[in-house]
């Protein structure tokens, strides 16, 4: 595709639930930004890939967040026991290099009820 | 302390106005960015800088790396520029964004 896909954009889960996030990053780049926006305020970075392993994970704000890049593309969000407090809009973004320009993905909205 | 200020955090103007958004950052930096969020929508990417001025249609965006400082423009200011502004600094691998300035311009 042309840009940076995310799937699902919605998604709707209950307290204790575990959830994927997948991104799919603009074919060729080769860094990979996970980055989670609450209402009203500025995106948060979570973690980031150079290729496949994560080059800084010090964004994740606990062991339940993880995020595998297994291939050097696609990238996976992963969220276990989802908390109320998980509800937000996570973004991927991605950048032919380290420090270049980023090109986000439309997010996926993730609501944990 | 955040790393990246921006300000105002909400501005309503007149269509055909000059707008001013302003950036202020605590780390040193590799580049400056500003993005633009419309409502629901994703983030587009409108400039990166690491020095002086660039200007892209009716937008031009500025740096001080001295004042550690940047301000994006808009000139001639029309509805559809309505979203908000977002500015971010790269120092390395990680980005640091401002909580955005939300503006309003009306017809």
């Known amino acids: 595709g042309a840009g940076v896909s995310q799937t699902p954009s919605n998604k709707v889960t209950e307290k204790g639930k575990y959830v994927e996030l997948r991104c799919d990053p603009i074919?060729?780049?080769?860094?990979l930004y996970w980055y989670r926006q609450s209402l009203g305020q500025g995106p948060e970075f979570l973690i980031y890939?150079?290729?496949?392993?994560?080059?800084?994970d010090s964004g994740l704000p606990n062991d339940r967040f993880f995020a595998v890049r297994p291939e050097g593309s696609v990238s996976t969000l992963k969220i276990q026991r989802t908390e109320r407090g998980d509800s937000a809009v996570y973004l991927c973004?991605?950048?032919?290099?380290?420090?270049?320009?980023?090109?986000f993905g439309p997010g996926t909205r993730l609501t944990v009820l | 302390k955040n790393e990246v200020e921006q300000s105002p955090q909400n501005l309503t103007a007149q269509e055909g106005e000059f707008i001013t958004i302003n950036c202020s950052y605590s780390?040193?930096?590799?580049?400056l960015h500003w993005l633009q969020q419309h409502p629901g929508g994703g983030i587009v990417s409108l400039f990166m800088l690491s020095s002086g001025k660039k200007k892209h249609g009716r937008l031009i965006a500025t740096i001080n790396i001295q004042e550690k400082h940047s301000s994006l423009h808009i000139t001639a200011s029309h509805p559809r520029d309505s979203a908000v502004y977002i500015c971010a600094v790269s120092t390395g691998n990680q980005f640091y964004f401002g909580t955005g300035t939300s503006l309003t311009v009306i017809p």
């Open positions: 780390v040193g930096i590799s580049a």
């Open positions: 890939f150079q290729g496949t392993g994560a080059a800084d």
């Open positions: 973004a991605s950048s032919l290099a380290p420090g270049n320009e980023q090109f």
């Open positions: 074919s060729g780049h080769t860094a």
